[in-house]
């Protein structure tokens, strides 16, 4: 059938609009977003293969390869795709390109023949939930050098704050035309170089504040060195501190003692510098100055003097134990008692032992027993109310030593104010005779503690026969024999329910018997 021209074009603009609903809705499908309902993502991501695989030896590689068991996010934290891959040795710059569950690692110029290289994963790279990486990923392969079992870790924190510092860039390297290993510090501030070459390497670590993997002036830095032999794990202490061009100026000099005086500097002082080429003069007037016999940094000083204080103490005891010529020593396999020094002896634990005490050919010994002393005594409760006369009941006390600590099965004496009335084994079994209120009193050493007993008489039984009640009207008060008052009275406590006892009785909540179902 002939279609006209103005007929074509309106076919042709309606298709086009609904191609164009039609890619409206595939564009709407394809957005990346979690699917709705299930249980929320909070797995990391985990790296299931790499090309090349760890210590493969491989030539001519453009390319390294990371494949995830889930889709990876384009977003790191704090930076892009490339600054959260570390290339060791540096290279070229690195360019990480990103698909669904990869990233792949290039380097401008390839990498290098010859060497072993480190390309480590840092934990910025996440999923599409943002949940990071649990701990760096790093993937060691060689490109003909060989794998030196080495490993160079160690510590960077700053020396004025005394903190961790985390993010911190850490270059090795032989010389200055030896490749350059790096690594970047964890949040504790802890890195780890392996499989590096034998040799002396030097060590910088320093804080990239303007991310050019440079030092510079401004930067807080730190250098060693360290001296690697195959098959060794070689951890170093490495402190960094902001450049400083000008000299410490001393600001203060005060004697703390007759031979010591301390100077204070504005600025700080490197502790392992030397200090035996610095010229210090005391002078006195009208008198010889005293010679400057030893410098000390700070550090230094607190071990001498600690040092010092040891040997005095040391040579003190020697003194007093030439001047009493006596020896006291305790058995070899007999634990309880040390002695501090001659007739003192130290108690350090319960049981028994033999002090032994010489003197030129003379010896004599004697048993020491050494035991824990009570320093409180505690009850579970202030008061126990007993039931019955006659039934037994433990009372539960705890007993703790001078230092705090519990005393197992420790030994109590026991004493009742009223025998008569309430009797306690030495056990600590309570048993009642008759209902009476006593005192309970528990004494161990010359500590002690009491509790009130309070006992009451339960009624065993209660009967009541047809002619002790008196009959009367619907709703008229039916008043009860004396006897039977007098009999409930003696109950400290009761069932909640009674079985009847008489025909015609309605078995109730009542505690003093039961009521007619009629009048």
Not at 122 to 145: H, I, K, M, W, Y
Not at 281 to 301: N, Q, T
Not at 435 to 448: G, Y
Request: glycine share 8%.
């Amino acid at each position: 059938m002939p279609v006209s021209g103005t007929a074509r074009v309106r076919r042709r603009v309606v298709l086009g609009a609904v191609a164009t609903a039609m890619a409206g809705m595939l564009g709407g499908c394809a957005r990346q977003e979690a699917p709705p309902g299930g249980p929320e993502d909070r797995r990391p991501p985990v790296v299931v293969r790499t090309v090349p695989e760890a210590f493969d030896t491989v030539s001519d590689l453009r390319e390294v390869r990371f494949d995830f068991d889930e889709r990876i996010s384009e977003r790191v934290a704090g930076g892009s795709l490339n600054e959260a891959v570390t290339v060791s040795p540096r290279g070229g710059d690195v360019r990480v390109s990103h698909s669904r569950r990869s990233l792949s690692v290039r380097v401008e110029g390839g990498f290098e023949e010859g060497l072993v290289y480190r390309v480590t994963l840092r934990p910025a790279v996440s999923d599409l939930f943002g949940n990071q990486l649990a701990d760096p990923f790093e993937l060691v392969f060689s490109t003909g050098g060989a794998l030196v079992p080495t490993t160079l870790a160690g510590e960077v924190w700053d020396r004025i704050t005394g903190s961790n510092t985390s993010d911190a860039l850490v270059l090795a390297s032989e010389g200055p035309d030896s490749p350059v290993h790096q690594s970047v510090t964890d949040r504790e501030g802890i890195f780890a170089l392996r499989y590096l070459p034998s040799g002396r390497v030097t060590v910088t670590a320093f804080e990239d504040v303007n991310r050019n993997g440079a030092i510079d002036s401004t930067e807080i830095q730190g250098a060693t060195t360290a001296e690697l032999v195959s098959g060794d794990t070689l951890i170093i202490d490495l402190p960094i501190l902001a450049p400083d061009t000008a000299a410490a100026v001393a600001l203060s000099a005060d004697a703390i003692d007759s031979v010591t005086v301390v100077v204070e500097f504005d600025d700080y002082l490197e502790p392992s510098s030397e200090l035996d080429g610095i010229d210090v003069a005391l002078r006195r007037e009208g008198a010889v100055a005293p010679a400057v016999v030893r410098r000390f940094h700070e550090a230094d000083y607190r071990a001498f003097v600690e040092a010092v204080a040891d040997s005095l103490a040391r040579l003190d005891s020697i003194d007093r134990a030439r001047a009493t010529d006596r020896e006291v020593s305790t058995g070899p396999d007999e634990p309880g008692t040390i002695p501090s020094e001659a007739r003192e002896i130290v108690a350090r634990g319960a049981g028994v032992t033999t002090v032994v005490a010489t003197h030129r050919e003379h010896r004599d010994s004697i048993p020491v027993r050494v035991r824990r002393v009570a320093g409180t005594l505690s009850f579970g409760s202030p008061t126990v109310v007993l039931l019955a006369v006659g039934r037994d009941t433990v009372v539960p006390l705890q007993v703790w030593d001078t230092n705090d600590s519990l005393i197992p099965a420790p030994s109590i004496r026991w004493t009742s104010s009223d025998p008569t009335a309430i009797t306690v084994s030495a056990e600590g079994a309570v048993r009642a005779l008759r209902a009476a209120p006593a005192v309970l009193t528990a004494q161990i050493d010359t500590v002690s503690a009491t509790l009130n007993v309070s006992v009451h008489q339960t009624v065993a039984n209660l009967e009541v026969s047809a002619g002790d009640l008196q009959t009367g009207p619907v709703g008229a008060s039916v008043p009860v024999p004396p006897s039977v008052v007098a009999s409930a009275r003696k109950a400290a406590r009761f069932p909640r329910r009674w079985p009847p006892v008489q025909r015609g009785l309605k078995e109730g909540p009542y505690p003093f018997g039961h009521r007619h179902r009629d009048a």
